[in-house]
């Protein structure tokens, strides 16, 4: 399946959200990588100016949220549900690592509706919440510190669900303009005459200067233009000294 | 060498960040994933009771934080240098990937002091932030709306430096003795003088020749043996202009 159209399957469901700007937050991180289908589990304060404020840019997914009144409502029709959770739970279901539970909640979302759930930003979810879920999902943390904010949790979740996606990513960049090996060639022999002359270069007592040269050189890959440029401080070093 | 030595060894540098409660979410995204030294150059507001509030537990960070007043005193003693960039360059050096940057960040940590350097909140960095450091980096996101809120973006990044940090892949290659900050800047200011002198460059009528010089040389990390040599190799040119 179309790694965008994965993505479009996935709800990010936000559960007893107290503050509004982390709804606005968890918008626009969602749209940031792709995800679109934003539920929400009795907010707090929604809508909110500043939900609205702190979306910026992604208001569109907070006009387009549901607004449900239970996490059993918001998981509806799902095939796959994972609670995102910090806490080590007593029942000692696997806990899958973001990175881990990515690729698999991106497959199953080719069967079908897939969720992701967060809870409040004091408390978390509930165990009735998690146990409504297919997985606990967690995101590696500082032991001593674990506690990310809400929206910057669903950030990370909703980035390696879109490199899930979308990996192999396609290639980025145009290609640059190389010089070819003549040119390179050419611009290795001036240097070297350039520092023969200037003496910093003894053909008759090598070592290994030039082998250093060239290796520097080569691991830019050099442009057309770059070695115009090169060649043009060269070609000025040597009138000055004539 | 161990992980949470290495992240102890990255600083976070935020760029001129306009709104205080930014710079606590970075810190409370840092600290959540063992990251302590925050950089700020040039803040509009700091310190700042919105950016404590936001921070959340992570205080300590903020009262820790270095303030400098440009981004060279923000990378002074570096051995390697981030700049998260959302923008695609005019000429773009290839621009890593997140998650391809953070083992590289983490491996040179071992060498030294690392830096991940982040823009403003509107319009990032600039062309001469990205040209100081050593590789632009970016984070995957949806073209149609890539604009991720700088709290977020801190978080991710930090988060795949402690996934990198804690799952270390073997060095496949021993790692260089790279050129400091200070050694590069010292090249070029080296070839800066030298070219003023030939009449290659001219300050007065300066056009994009420095920016491209950066630039070429940027794309590989020198190593401070590359550097002596290219210091060696301007100096004898010097010498013959006499």
């Not at 509004?20 to 991180?29: K, S, T």
């Not at 409502?73 to 910090?86: C, D, K, Y």
């Not at 690729?103 to 080719?110: D, K």
């Not at 899930?164 to 070819?180: K, N, Q």
Request: net charge neutral.
């Amino acid at each position: 399946m179309n790694g965008a159209i994965a993505l479009d399957r996935i709800r990010i469901v936000l559960s007893r959200t107290s503050h509004p700007g982390n709804i606005g937050a968890a918008a626009r991180a969602m749209k940031t990588m792709g995800l679109s289908r934003l539920y929400l589990v009795d907010p707090a304060c929604f809508p909110d100016p500043v939900a609205d404020a702190r979306a910026s840019g992604a208001g569109d997914l907070l006009a387009n949220a549901r607004v449900v009144g239970s996490l059993e409502e918001a998981l509806e029709g799902t095939v796959l549900s994972a609670a995102v959770t910090a806490r080590r739970r007593e029942r000692s279901v696997a806990v899958r690592g973001a990175r881990e539970a990515a690729p698999e909640l991106v497959a199953f979302a080719g069967q079908g509706e897939v969720a992701l759930v967060f809870g409040t930003e004091t408390s978390g979810l509930t165990n009735e919440d998690v146990a409504l879920c297919s997985m606990p999902v967690s995101i590696p943390a500082n032991p001593a510190f674990s506690s990310l904010n809400l929206g910057a949790a669903v950030q990370l979740l909703c980035y390696e669900l879109r490199m899930a996606a979308l990996s192999p990513p396609p290639p980025a960049e145009p290609l640059p303009d190389l010089a070819s090996f003549d040119e390179i060639e050419g611009f290795h022999r001036h240097l070297q005459e350039a520092m023969t002359v200037s003496g910093f270069y003894d053909p008759a007592n090598p070592k290994r200067l030039l082998q250093r040269i060239r290796r520097l050189f080569g691991r830019i890959r050099l442009e057309k233009e770059e070695v115009n440029i090169l060649r043009g401080i060269i070609s000025a070093f040597e009138r000055k000294a004539d």
